[in-house]
């Protein structure tokens, strides 16, 4: 199994301000996954970003506001751009792993976010 | 992606079984069903996934009728320790498994 970690766990931001969120897997893995959970809601999949090649989004969401950078095979950032209080989630990534017919994610511990 | 209907909530106490049931009635082929349970302040937990029929492990049962347009998650003798949400997914494992979570059904377990 992945064992995935976050940084920062949380934050506390100002309007307008930019939040860049690390993710460390301890494993060389070929898909990672971007989620945003708001309190008391179920997962939204913000993008899907594979190393060597541009992340692919989800409807809603848009590269200038959620770029994100995947350098290697271990590695991901998210960065929130310009935040506002509608942007106050936890924001969590996740990693896939096959073995054999079963595919199985495995998700961080979350970074939660709050924009003042 | 196939879309999955579960309950909001659910109500149980210890010692019981919970049977929880998701409908996800445009299935693909190649689809398969996974379910995931988080806990608060954690990121979801994979427990089970399965094609047809029954599958087992250590820590749940999920069954799969025929026609495969729904799928019951079943929790053995439930403990406190079970109270989360538990996540119905359905997608492929062809071309990368792209896991779109739906509500969820919040399971309240009580003594």
């Known amino acids: 199994s992945a064992v995935i970690s976050q940084k920062p766990s949380r934050d506390i931001c100002q309007r307008g301000t930019s939040l860049t969120i690390q993710c460390q897997v301890d494993s060389q893995v070929t898909m990672m996954f971007w989620y945003r959970q708001q309190p008391g809601q179920s997962l939204t999949l913000i993008a899907t970003a594979n190393q060597g090649s541009e992340a692919t989004y989800e409807s809603g969401f848009v590269i200038d506001k959620f770029p994100i950078s995947r350098p290697n095979l271990t590695f991901s950032t998210l960065t929130v751009s310009n935040m506002s209080p509608e942007d106050s989630s936890i924001y969590l990534c996740?990693?896939?792993?096959?073995?054999?017919?079963?595919?199985?994610?495995?998700f961080g511990p979350g970074t939660r976010l709050t924009v003042l | 992606l196939a879309k999955t209907t579960q309950p909001i909530s659910m109500d149980s106490y210890e010692g019981q079984e919970v049977n929880i049931t998701c409908s996800h009635n445009n299935i693909a082929t190649n689809d398969y069903i996974t379910w995931y349970q988080q806990f608060p302040s954690q990121g979801p937990r994979f427990i089970i996934q399965g094609y047809k029929t029954k599958v087992t492990n250590e820590v749940a049962s999920l069954f799969i009728p025929a026609d495969r347009k729904s799928s019951t998650l079943s929790l053995p003798r439930v403990s406190l320790s079970d109270t989360a949400v538990y996540y119905c997914?359905?997608?492929?494992?062809?071309?990368?498994?792209?896991?779109?979570f739906g509500a969820g059904t919040r399971l309240f377990v009580k003594a």
């Open positions: 997914l359905v997608g492929s494992l062809v071309g990368g498994f792209k896991t779109i």
């Open positions: 996740s990693v896939e792993d096959r073995i054999g017919a079963k595919n199985e994610q495995f």
